[in-house]
């Protein structure tokens, strides 16, 4: 069964520091990778999808990696804003339907 | 820029009550999901949809929830007789074909009392 973890479950830095936030996976054979935000009481929002193939993406001050083998993705974020401050979620997607999600990293940026 | 819709935002029923929640998909998106997020918990996958089908569902998804696509545009999620445990956030997802980007609704707080 796939389990999905993140860590730090929180994260509090500076405005303006770069961070990585962590994600790892048991089962390697995975079919691609999401990266999303979720702002307290609102829905996901997708920031980044890796397929299984690919070694990373990238997207404005966000880049993320996948190592399948060693079962882990990460996301950084370059020049972290107030703004940035949310919870992001990694879901691994095993077989074609099932997405497996992570607890997430709480993340405050301060002014 | 398109997005999902969920109606209503929040809902409360009495347990054993039905209740049915609806999404409205990304136009030209041909795969469906439902998520639910129970209050302080990950995000559970419930079930899939496509060509008017099931094509998978967790072991959460039991004979108490079904799902259908009444109109070609609403989406829905029917829970029969609802349970106190069935009280969470639950989010549609819309993807354009499989393995492309799942896109979320903003979701549905259900309150069973």
């Known amino acids: 069964k796939q389990e999905v973890t993140q860590i730090p479950a929180a994260l509090s830095v500076p405005e303006g520091e770069n961070l990585v936030l962590n994600c790892s996976f048991t089962?390697?054979?995975?079919?691609?990778l999401q990266w999303f935000r979720q702002d307290p009481g609102k829905g996901l929002t997708s920031l980044l999808l890796i397929q299984s193939s690919q070694r990373e993406q990238t997207s404005g001050r966000l880049n993320a990696s996948l190592d399948k083998s060693s079962g882990r993705s990460t996301l950084y974020i370059a020049a972290s804003q107030p703004g940035d401050s949310a919870t992001y979620l990694c879901?691994?997607?095993?077989?074609?339907?099932?997405?497996?999600f992570g607890a997430g990293t709480r993340l405050t940026v301060k002014p | 820029e398109p997005e999902v819709t969920q109606t209503p935002s929040h809902q409360v029923t009495q347990m054993g009550q039905e209740v049915i929640l609806r999404c409205v998909p990304i136009?030209?998106?041909?795969?469906f999901y439902w998520y639910r997020q129970i209050l302080g918990q990950k995000v559970e996958f419930l079930v899939s949809?496509?060509?008017?089908?099931?094509?998978?569902k967790s072991e959460i998804f039991d004979d108490q929830f079904s799902v259908e696509r009444p109109d070609g545009s609403n989406f829905t999620l029917k829970i029969r007789s609802t349970k106190l445990e069935d009280s969470a956030m639950y989010f549609c997802?819309?993807?354009?074909?499989?393995?492309?980007?799942?896109?979320f609704g903003p979701g549905t707080r259900l309150t069973v009392t």
């Open positions: 089962d390697s054979a995975i079919y691609n």
């Open positions: 949809f496509y060509n008017n089908e099931i094509s998978e």
């Open positions: 136009s030209n998106h041909l795969y």
């Open positions: 997802a819309t993807e354009r074909a499989l393995g492309y980007e799942q896109y």
């Open positions: 879901a691994v997607r095993r077989g074609n339907n099932d997405m497996r």
